[in-house]
Every structure is written in structure tokens, then in C-alpha cells.
């Protein structure tokens, strides 16, 4: 299905230039394929009518402003790196990118903090805080996305168990409101106790409260000795139970990542890895735990590492591998691009559920239930001390592959656990969020949406809002036959938000 562009707003792109200057505004042939995508699977693309790339708070305070005067959608797009659809304006209308808002505005060690521009990634800033031996320790596993993306999907990663995850590290945001509103909240601060938090509300609300214009965040010190240790498990239950002892132990792995069998060999395969681990043991091997410790000098270092391999080989490893440096961080690394290998094996679907991480093996195992039962193929791979669950779904049927996919959530769900830990509900998981979520919570979260963006400009038709997920033209196709649509008024054409005026043509 090939994207399909709605008329050009002529007043937006005209009032847009007279903001940012014509030479930051793409219209039409212009706009790039890739405005029109992030790294969800499971969603066709949809270019959008205008795309717009500020260079100041105050430019993007006035595009709201023309978007709000005409009923245009606004849609923030950091790196496009989002697995939920996030920034795939299924409305048309208006992509705020980010791109040229890329600077480091400060870094300061004293605070340790960095605060940047949304348009920063993950690798500029870590490049840049390395002169001081300093790191953003969270690590989604593409330092290609931004820090306003990140921001937005409250992202994790593998380093969450010990650092935390975005979360635990913004202090300080400057953000336009649905309003062109620019407000403050937080700061360099360590602790706030001044009203609601709004910092917390922002983090994690998708671009559907407010556009996010600069970040602070905390860093921490660079710890220069570390190690990465394999081991295999016959069962994934073994793998994963002993993760509660491993963090009570004190030694405070940075990484611990469990694997299942078919997904390591994918992910190495595709990384071009070889593990010395012999045939045998990786043909009993049904899972692996991958541990990182990190420590400022060898000598602690190697005790930690002596120390794990006899908790690990303890409580059921057939063995221990500590992994020369290189091949460590080309294992972590693979780990990290696991989703590449997935892709290209032809996965239909990932799934990222989080629950209690006790109940990690009883979730794969209905998992696993109900991908046989479905005559699926469902494998995966993740953050084992965060409870965690990427699950890459391979079943082409949309219909066959919703309710399977549905069903896992609502295992997850029965276990204590949530939709989404990190990748964030976006597009992709918007149905399930509707059906599975406490109706009072929805409710809630409309409230809070309503108050910073009262006329719904702000990326419609995702998390919560219930306009459905199919453009106008008819061009998109998401939920399954469980979840009929609700009604668009889709006159007009191109980019009208069922809650918002007539846009002005
Ligand atoms: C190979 C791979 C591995 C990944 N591994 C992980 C992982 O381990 N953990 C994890 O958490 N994620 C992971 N991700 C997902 C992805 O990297 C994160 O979701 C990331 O946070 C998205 O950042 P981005 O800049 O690409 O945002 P985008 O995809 O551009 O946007 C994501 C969301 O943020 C909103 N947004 C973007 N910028 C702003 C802004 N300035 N103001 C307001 N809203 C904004 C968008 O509207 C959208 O809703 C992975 C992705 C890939 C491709």
C-alpha cells in the first residue's frame, strides 16, 4: 500500500514560511519518504502535508499558533526511530521535526547535567559528555534517537536496571502547550516538591500534551573497567529466577538480558558474531542471560566477575563465558539491534509488554501457549532485571495476528503488568490500550490532555485519543475485526481533527 498525500493546505504552508522562512518548510514532491514512517512494523506509511523544521522555541510556539487557528494537526517527529507509530501523522497536517534543534546547550559538571535542544541524539550528546568522562547512561538501543523522542516515550533500554530509565533522568523541560503556550518546568534540580509534577507528566505523553523544546538531564561518571558475561540455561525459567538474587547481591550489573534460544542465534548471526560456546551446550541452551559489570578499577572488576560466575553457576548456568572486551560489546551491541534481526527475519509485530519481573517466566509460557494455539511463530529477547518482554511476532494474517497479540497483552496484564514498558502506545498499540485499560484511567489521562491542549492538535489519533488511526483517504487499516472503529467525520479531506474547527483552505 503506497502512502497517498492530501491536498496542500495552502493558508498553513503560507503562514508556516512567514514563521520559519520557505527554505525550512517541505511541501509536496519536498517531503521525503521518510516523514511518512518511524520503525513500527506493523503500520503503513503516510506522508504529511507539510513538514516544518523550526530553529527556535519561539518558531515552534508560532506554528502552533497557526495550527491552532486552523484546526491543523501537529505531529513532533524527533529521529523516527519510535516502534509505536508515534510520530506518524495518520491525520496529515503539520510534522514539526526537530532536526534543526540539535544543540548542546550546556554541560555542566558541577550539577552534572546537560541540558540540549530536542533535535540532540543520544550519540551527540554522549560524544560530547565523554571529554568529560561523563554519560547518559539511558540507552534505548539506537543512539540515533533524539532526546526530545526519548523524552516523549520515556524510553529505557538495557542499562535501566541500574541507572534507571528516561524517567529517572530529566529534571527540567521547556515545552509549547496545544495552546503556543511556552512554559518552564523543573530545572537543575535533584528533588521537587512544588505542585504537581508536570516534568513526570510530560515524560512519556507521546507529543500529545506539548512539543518539547529543551531537556535537562542528568549524567553520571564514566566507570572505565567493564565486562560482559554469557551463560547458558536449559530452561528460560532457570534464566530468569535468577535475576532476584543476582541484584540483591550488591553487584550492581549496568546490563541483564536474557535471550531466548532461536533469538540469539538470529541476533548473532545477523551481528556476524561468533560465541565460543560448543554446538552441545548451545543445542541444550534454551536461554542466556548476558551480564555487564562495570567498576572503576580492574582489580574490583575482576572480583565482581569471579563472583558472578559463581552465583550464576550456582543457581543453574551450565557455565560461564566472559567475553574478551570486543567480542562483549559486540554481543551488547547485537543485543541492541536485536529488532534489525527481527526485521529482516520477516517479524510482523514486536511487542513489548512489561510485567513484575518475577513473573517473566510464567508471561513467556502463556506466551508461548497462545502463539501455538494461534500457529504463530512468537521468540524474543529482554531487559530480564526490568521485567521487560520484547516479543517478535511473525504472523502474517492482520486479523489472526491482532488477537494474538491482544491475548499476550492481556496475559501480561493478568500477571500485574502493562501494555508497554518503553516503546510507548502510540499508533500501534492504541487499540489494545483502549480495550484493556480501566476506563477511569482513560478518563483521567483525557482530562490531563485536554488541559494543555484543549482543541486536540496535538498528535491526534494516538494513546488515548479515540479519532481512529485511519487517514481520511482511507489509506490506513490498523485495528483488527475486535476492535471496530469509531466514526470520523472525515469531510473536508486531507487533515480535519473531528474535534477541531474546519481548517481554512
Ligand atoms: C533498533 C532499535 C532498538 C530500540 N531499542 C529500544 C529500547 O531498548 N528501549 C526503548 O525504550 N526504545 C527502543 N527503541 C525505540 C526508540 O529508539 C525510542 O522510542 C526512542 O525514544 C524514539 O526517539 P526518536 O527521536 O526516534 O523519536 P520519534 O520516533 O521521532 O518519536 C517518538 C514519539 O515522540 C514524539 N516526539 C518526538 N520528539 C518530540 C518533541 N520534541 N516533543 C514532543 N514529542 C516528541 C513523537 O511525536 C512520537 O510520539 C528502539 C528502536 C530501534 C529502531
Redesign the pocket.
Known sequence: MSPVATPLPEPVAAQLAAVVGRQHLRVGDEILPEYGH??ALSLPPHVPDVVVLPGSTDEVARIVEVARALAVPV??????????G??LPGHGGIVVS?ERMDRILSIDTANHAAVVQ?GVTLAQLNVALAEHHLTYPVA???D???L??????N????RAVRHG?TRQHVTGLQIVTGTGAVVRLGGMVTKASSGYDLVQLVVG???TL????EVTVRVVGILDHAATVVAPFPTLEGATSVVPTLLESGLQPSIVEYIDQLSMAGVTEHAGIELAIPEKERASALAYLVIVVEQRTRDRLDEDVEELAGLLEAQGATNTYVLAPSAGAGLVRAR?????AAKAAGADDIVDVVVPRAAIAPFIESVGALAAAAASLVIGCG?AGDGNVHLSVFQPDPAIRHRLVGDMLTAGKALGGLISG???I?VAKKPYFAELEDPVHLDLLAGIKAAFDPAGIL?PG?TIDPIDPIDPAGHRDLAGPAHPVDPVDRGGGGIRHPGAQAPAR
Open positions: 518511524d520503525e505531529t513532533a517527529r524527533g529521529s523516527a526511530t519510535g516502534l509505536s508515534g510520530c526537530f530536542p534505548p538501543g539506537e540515533s534517537a533524539s526530545g523522542g526519548t523524552v516523549a516515550t524510553a529505557g533500554g538495557m530509565v505523553s507521546e507529543g506539548a512539543l518539547i523544546t541492541e539491534q536485536a529488532f534489525w531487559h518503553e516503546h510507548g502510540g498528535n494516538t
